[in-house]
């Protein structure tokens, strides 16, 4: 899942133009091989595999030279075709702890027959390389198998110790989940100090010109809740007041009124501020005003208008399936929806539980926190240490463009190692356009200068930490 905030960043930032293709250097023609072979291996939880996908990556960092002592390909048994890989260049430093380098292998189902082209051929066409994955998030893990393998190619000795975390599930709620499964079987291989991640990056203003960069610092956590209410129910020639489906009904309508309270992280104050200040309109006066004082109610309400902001702010619920009834001439016996949550960092899924527990006001309609749950981790610190690197490289790859601390309304596998008390930064670099470029979607795709800059500003990056 990467994070796109371009509404915000269009009209708040300046412009730098995206400078037209150039011949690869022999480097690239190498990154762009092992790319094809990732995005061309199909890893959808219907028939792909993850597994194979890792395989053929363990088998590129072998011919460069990797020992099968520094590989670890893993697999839990009940889910073969969704392993994985973890491979460790060692450092030289006997302090300095290791960085984790994460990216998800697997993809979203993708139809031949919607699509364009072949979802699971990597085409370069106008400017850009369509293929499901190219974006979401095999660029990044081709990124980091690449970095390992030219390291040994050049006989780089980093004084930090770099691991490279190649995982599947994080694109299928309830599917096995690679970050997970390590974080609770193998916390030892992927012990780091920090960790970097999908998440950030940068959004072009869809015509060429790049309009700025971000740093994901925190996310929030995700649940689901199942409403249910039942009833004897009866024949329908005899309505009665108790009916399952108006007493969810009801129930749903106070979810909906209920506004969660505005609340702002380090972070996210930061990103207002900084934000706001690019802006010359009301709601960027606005933004200024309400990270400057979360109180100010006149500067909440013109913020609040902005959907991605009011999301940014605050916990929010809201129904998204809905199933009732067992005969159309039949009182229902049962009535059930599902809310989703986005819950804001330092809240727990049983907090928010509780609080729509207390909005509903109905001990009649029972809720449920769905499987799997994921846990609560608190945002990582905004650190110096890290931000001051991707500052510093951004401004000579991105001149004159700024780069933004935000916070991301969804959320990544980033959730599962900052439980683990791993901080995960999600990472500035590669850029997308302002209608996402299809991930998820159709025709999926990611700009070939995007690509290419954004490896070599990554590249440089993981250097810069472990240098």
């Not at 509404?7 to 094809?36: G, H, I, K, M």
């Not at 960069?213 to 649940?223: C, N, P, Y």
């Not at 409403?227 to 005899?238: C, Y």
């Not at 499987?371 to 990582?380: F, H, L, N, Q, W």
Request: proline share 6%.
């Amino acid at each position: 899942m990467r994070r796109v905030f371009s509404a915000v960043l269009l009209a708040a930032t300046v412009t730098s133009p995206v400078q037209a293709a150039e011949p690869l250097r022999p480097d690239q023609v190498a990154f762009r091989a092992l790319y094809e072979e990732l995005v061309e291996t199909n890893t959808t939880l219907s028939e792909g595999s993850c597994t194979l996908a890792a395989e053929r990556m363990a088998a590129r960092l072998r011919a460069a030279g990797m020992a099968d002592s520094q590989l670890t390909l893993f697999a839990d048994p009940a889910h073969p075709k969704e392993g994985g890989l973890v491979a460790v260049y060692p450092g030289t430093s006997a302090t300095l702890r290791p960085i984790l380098l994460l990216a998800h292998i697997d993809v979203v189902e993708a139809k031949r027959e919607d699509w364009t082209r072949d979802p699971f051929t990597l085409v370069e066409e106008g400017g850009y390389f369509y293929a499901r994955g190219s974006a979401d998030d095999k660029a990044m893990a081709a990124v980091w198998v690449d970095a390992l393998v030219r390291f040994k190619q050049q006989n780089y000795r980093p004084k930090r110790t770099i691991k490279v975390a190649l995982t599947c599930g994080e694109e299928t709620n309830g599917a096995f989940n690679g970050a997970e499964w390590l974080t609770k079987n193998r916390r030892e291989l992927i012990d780091a100090e920090f960790a970097l991640n999908e998440g950030g990056g940068g959004d072009s203003d869809g015509k060429g010109k790049l309009v700025g960069q971000s740093i994901q610092v925190g996310e929030k956590t995700f649940a689901n809740f199942r409403l249910e209410t039942r009833n004897p129910g009866g024949h329908s020639s005899v309505p009665v007041r108790a009916n399952a489906i108006y007493q969810l009904a009801r129930a749903l309508t106070k979810i909906d009124e209920h506004e969660f309270p505005a609340e702002m992280t380090e972070v996210t104050r930061s990103f207002f501020a900084r934000s706001g200040a690019g802006r010359n309109n009301e709601l960027g006066r606005a933004m200024v005003a309400l990270a400057a004082n979360l109180n100010d109610k006149a500067a909440e309400a013109v913020v609040n208008k902005d959907p991605f902001l009011h999301s940014n702010l605050r916990t929010t619920c809201v129904a998204t399936m809905l199933d009732g009834g067992h005969a159309k001439n039949a009182l229902p016996q049962r009535a059930g929806a599902n809310v989703n949550c986005r819950i804001f960092p330092t809240h727990t899924i049983e907090e928010t539980q509780a609080e729509l527990a207390r909005v509903i006001g109905d001990p009649g309609v029972t809720i449920e926190a769905l499987p799997p749950v994921r846990p609560s981790p608190p945002a990582p610190p905004l650190d110096a240490k890290i931000v001051a690197p991707m500052e510093r490289l951004a401004k000579r790859y991105f001149p004159g463009i700024p780069l933004i601390p935000s916070m991301a309304n969804g959320y990544t596998d980033a959730t599962f190692l900052a439980a683990a008390g791993i901080p995960t930064y999600g990472v500035p670099g590669m850029w997308g356009d302002p209608d996402g470029n299809g991930a998820h979607g159709l025709n999926e795709r990611m700009e070939v200068r995007s690509v290419y800059v954004g490896r070599d500003y990554l590249v440089d990056l993981v250097k810069a930490y472990a240098d």
